[in-house]
């Protein structure tokens, strides 16, 4: 084995391992979380969407991301405003517990595609409507670019996602400088792989345009966004497509890509305007008390 593949392979660990401290519970938590979340309104599927809000609501988490702490205060904020709200868990890698949105994108995309059967079934909706953070904001694109999802949903909505890539300010750039360095990236993290702007992937869903007909289209990107940069690479072009930088509503809000799918609820109201926009209303800097 090649000595930097030796410094590699830990070091990927490391990053994992270093993830779980930034992660507000533990995989028993998490577990004992999933478990209460029909009593709080998150997948129970004996709701019924109503006609206020006749879609169910699928909101899919990002990179390293699970269906419990990425969504632990949207999905409430979603719940009391009438929504029947449902989360899945994608992309797990074998040994690798907790920290899901690791595997190839394209079998995520697949698993999208079952959980939106399941939901659908369950509510006796036509359509179900997608909010998805960072990945989880890009994915469904593929789901509904090759797998038929276009038939099944109405709207996505994609807060800080990854749509064109990231060069992670230019640090992706560094894989050109150790020769193998992105085949071990792919092979132990291939969501991760996927993401890098120029990606076998992302040409594949990029090609022939951002969007299909027939689904709308809602971006919400910050400026501070330090992990898909540059953060206009967010913005998708196309019919139906709207692209909202969240300090063009209000100036003084810092979130940076986390933040601003965990607790921005200045972002949480421009989801919902983006999830029924006949009942829109102004968002701004005032929003954060709604």
Request: aromatic content about 8%; overall charge negative.
């Amino acid at each position: 084995m090649l000595p930097w593949k030796r410094v590699l392979r830990p070091l990927a660990a490391l990053l994992l391992a270093s993830a779980a401290t930034l992660v507000p519970a533990t995989t028993a938590q998490a577990a004992a979380a999933q478990a209460a979340a029909p009593s709080s309104g998150l997948n129970d599927y004996s709701c019924k969407p109503s006609a206020a809000h006749p879609r169910p609501v699928v909101l899919v988490h990002g990179t390293l991301a699970n269906s419990v702490d990425n969504w632990l205060a949207l999905a409430p904020y979603l719940v009391n405003r009438g929504y029947c709200v449902y989360a899945l868990d994608y992309g797990q890698l074998p040994g690798v517990p907790f920290f899901n949105g690791l595997g190839p994108i394209d079998k995520s995309a697949e698993q999208l595609d079952d959980f939106v059967d399941k939901v659908l079934a369950a509510t006796g909706a036509a359509k179900a409507d997608l909010v998805g953070h960072s990945q989880g904001g890009m994915m469904p694109r593929y789901y509904l670019r090759f797998l038929g999802g276009a038939a099944e949903v109405n709207a996505l909505v994609g807060i800080a996602p990854s749509n064109h890539g990231t060069t992670l300010n230019g640090l992706t750039q560094l894989l050109d400088y150790f020769p193998g360095a992105g085949d071990l990236l792919s092979t132990a993290t291939p969501a991760l792989a996927d993401q890098v702007a120029g990606s076998a992937f992302l040409t594949k869903l990029n090609a022939g345009g951002d969007t299909v007909p027939g689904v709308k289209y809602t971006v919400i990107a910050t400026k501070y966004d330090e992990v898909v940069t540059p953060y206009r690479s967010q913005f998708l072009n196309g019919p139906n497509v709207r692209n909202v930088l969240i300090q063009d509503l209000c100036a003084t809000d810092i979130s940076e890509h986390a933040a601003i799918g965990l607790l921005d609820r200045i972002a949480f109201h421009e989801v919902t305007n983006a999830l029924d926009p006949a009942n829109a209303t102004p968002t701004t800097c005032l929003s954060v008390l709604g």
